[in-house]
Structure formats: C-alpha cells, structure tokens
C-alpha cells in the first residue's frame, strides 16, 4: 500500500485585531492580559487554543466551571489577515455539594481533608482543587491522586468532588546483627513510620550497639500540630562514640541532646521554622588523636553544653514529594548557639533543587547547597564534631563518604612512612548536581523505581577563603532508587572524573533509608 499526503499551504494571515465578547464575569483588563496574540502576529490555531483555554481556567477559579470559551474568526482574504473575537459565555457559577475520599484503607479521612483547598459548600475553583491534588500527591505516603468533578444529578450548579488515593507504604524498618573481631557483637536497628496508625504523624526510633557505637534516638513530627498547619517536631538521642575499641580512632565522644522546633506556615509556598536544641558533649582523646584536635581542647574545654537556636526559611513548587517531575526546592537555615553555650558558633546553609519535566517519562533536575561555619565569642573555631564532610551517596559520589576536604597525616618518626589519615572536614561545603531522571526500562510503567544519569560536583575546605574551583572534585554514574517494601533502597555506579592520589574511591556505593 502506498500513501500519498498532498499538502497545501495556502497563504499566510496575520492577526488584525483581537477582542472580547459576551458576559464579561471577569474584568476585561484582567481577561486582556490573558491573551497573547498581538495584532500584527501571524496567526496560528495553537495560540488560540492556549487563549481560549487560558480563559477557560481564569473563568474556572470564580467558579464557572462549565464556562464555554469559542474564538470567532473574521477573515479578510483580500488583505489576508483574521479579526477575532473570543466570546464568552460562563454559565453558572457551580457549587460544591460533597467531597468524597476513596482508597484511603489505612489513612483517616482527616488527614486527606486538612489538605484541600476546595471547600464544601463552596463554588468550584480549578485552581484550588489543582492545588488540592498537589499537596495530596506532596504526601509521601501516597501514590497516585486521581480526582473527579461529577455533576449531582437533577441540578445545574452543584458538582461532587470525588478522591480516589492509592496509598505507598508507609514505614521503613532495618535490622542488622553482626560480629567484627574489633567492635564486637554488632546490633542495628530502625523504624520509622511517616504515617503513623494513619494519622499523618511520623514517628521514628533507632537503636545501634556496638563497641564502637551506641545510639538511641527518637523523633515526633506532627504536621498539623495546630489546625492552622503549624507542625512540631522533637527529638531525643544519646550518642556514644568510642572509636578506641576498634585502635582507629580519632576521639571518644558521648553527646546527650533534645530538640524542639515548629514549622510555620507564611504562604501557600513558603514555610518558616523556629527551633532550639540542647546537646551536652563530652570528648575524651586517644593516642591516635590528630594534634590539631588537642589543639583544639587546649584552647576551649573538653565538655561542652551547647545551646542552638534554629531558624530556617523553604519555598517549595514540587508536584510530589517522592519522585517529583516539576517544581522548584529553597531552603535557608542558621543554626547559632545561645550565649550560655560552652562553645560560640553558628552554621547556615543554602540548598536549592529545581526539576523541569522534558516528557511525561524524563525529568531534568539541577541541585546546589552551599553550607558554612564561623564560631565567634571566646571559641576558635567551629568544633571539629560539627565540621562538614563530604562524599558518599548524599553529596559527591564515587568517593567514600565523609573522605573529601581536609585531612591530617601521621607519619612514623623512625622510617618517615606515612601510618594514618584523618579526615579533618572544614568550615565550608559546596556541591551540585544535575540529573536526567527516568522509569527503568525493565519496568517503565512502575512508580516505584526510577533511574537517574548523573553529574556530582563538590567538595569541603577549611575556610570560605580557601574555596578553590580545581579542587572541586566530579563525577558521573547511574542510579537507581527503588521503594521496597522494608524503605527506599538506593544504588548508585559511578566514575570519578578528576580524583587526585590523596581520595579514596568507591564507584559503587548502596544506602538504605532516607533519599530525599
């Protein structure tokens, strides 16, 4: 079979003028701004449609939902150009009889509502119930948010708003049990739950024992600690690091702490957050101890009750939490300890992630944060516990985490060969990354895996002052990221592109627990 298409052009027409028409609910000022074709521009069917369906929307926010919105042509052959006239006729204003949930086995029906934007008993926005959707979808512990607006039978204004949710699960659970012949019986336990007995509450409890480490914490995270949308937080922990047991280590440290912190909501987008901690922190040195470390106690103390105060800002556009396709992620924080503190320093960082979707199955994705330190008072420095690290699966990878940025060398006074390295950290941290994440290809219909292409660049230094773009350390590799059923699992391969002899490098690296 042969298939022949003969196309004919035709001549080319350009816009004379454009006007409104109808029942203007809208004022036409606003309607105006809303339609992009200028007399003079040629004329193209597509733009229309963007207008009239611009227009359509604009009239669906004040409640017309069933607005009809039709572009009517005036053709001048002989000049060739097209006047057009966009009339209007918004129909009803309709109302919200009834939301209804479905799907939700595990959640309260609560917990779904607090979200909406679109209340009952109200005339139907799109916007408000896109935006509905959206935060929705924004829950982790949801998968797909489908809704519908049926007309209630036997009226002409009133819509049913139905919500159909799939849940995800919900809780993370790791268990580990070992013996190493240098840290002993080895135990390691967590749980975390992001929606607890289905009331939107995260709870989180981990356990690790060893003769190297000792960790107890817990965590509270209500998001709806008022009906205003403020959240609380808090926390508990005891941490006891003694890395003498296994003849490596640096320093002992046992560090007790709580937090408090509330989440306040400015904006639609934009959240503030308010918070103060306490950790009391008691350093012990080894013989392996580097001599900047004493230098460091020498100068300051070797127990310290710290005080933060916590203040932080986000504007966040994503379309979902997990595996969002589009939106902008800005976040400030300042971390800065109180007078009374034992040790003066404060902390801020600046992260912001923006995802662009190139198709409906490939996202682009650029990364930056920009983290620094600066203690102040009667205090040094920055304490060497509250450095920043880099590498790993959480900032550069292909290099072992925590392995990038300053280090100090012990050498044997007798043959002069070099017999430890110790990661100091520093007071300044910069990394980025770009992304080109996609479905597996084995699985492109899953919504449970997704794979990324990607560029790492960063490292640590001392100081602000010392910040040095050669020494950003890069690299490229795969990932994947799977949601199993015991917590995100996720792996990556990647090649080191400018390491120097001093880094140590791991191309494939695997981590269990958070991602995000």
Known sequence: VFITINIHEGDQFTVREVGLSGDLIVGEDELRKLITLKPGDIFSRRMVT??????????GEAGYAFANVNAVPEIDEEHKEVSLTFFIDPGKRVYVRHINITGNQKTEDEVLRREFRQMEGGWLSTSKLDRSRVRIQRLSYMDQVTIETPPVPGTDDEVDVNLSVNERPSGSLMVGVGYSGGQ???LNASVSQENFLGTGKRVSTEINSSKVNTVYSFSHTDPYFTLDGVSQSTSVYYRQTD???ANLANYVADALGASLSY???LTEYNTGRIGLGFESTQIKTTALTPQVYLDYLNANSDKFNITKLSLGWSHDTRNKTVFASEGLMQSLALDVTTPNSGLNFYKFSSSTKWLYPFTKLLTGSLSGELAYGKSFGGTTDVPFFEKYYAGGAHSVR?????TLGPKAYTYDSTTGALTSTVNLGGNFRATGTAELVFPPPFSPDSSAVRMSLFWDVGNVFADAGSFKTPELRQSAGLSLIW????GP?????SEPLNNKPEDTIEKFQFTLGSFF
């Not at 963007?50 to 009239?59: E, K, N, P, S």
């Not at 292909?398 to 925590?402: E, M, P, V």
């Open 184 to 186: 002993g019986v080895l």
């Open 483 to 486: 949601l199993s059923p015991v």
């Open 243 to 245: 890395a003498s047991q």
């Open 50 to 59: 963007d207008v009239t369906t611009a227009i359509t929307d604009r009239l």
């Open 263 to 265: 989440g306040i909501p």
């Open 398 to 402: 292909g290099y072992r985490a925590n």
């Open 489 to 493: 699992l996720a792996f990556s391969l």
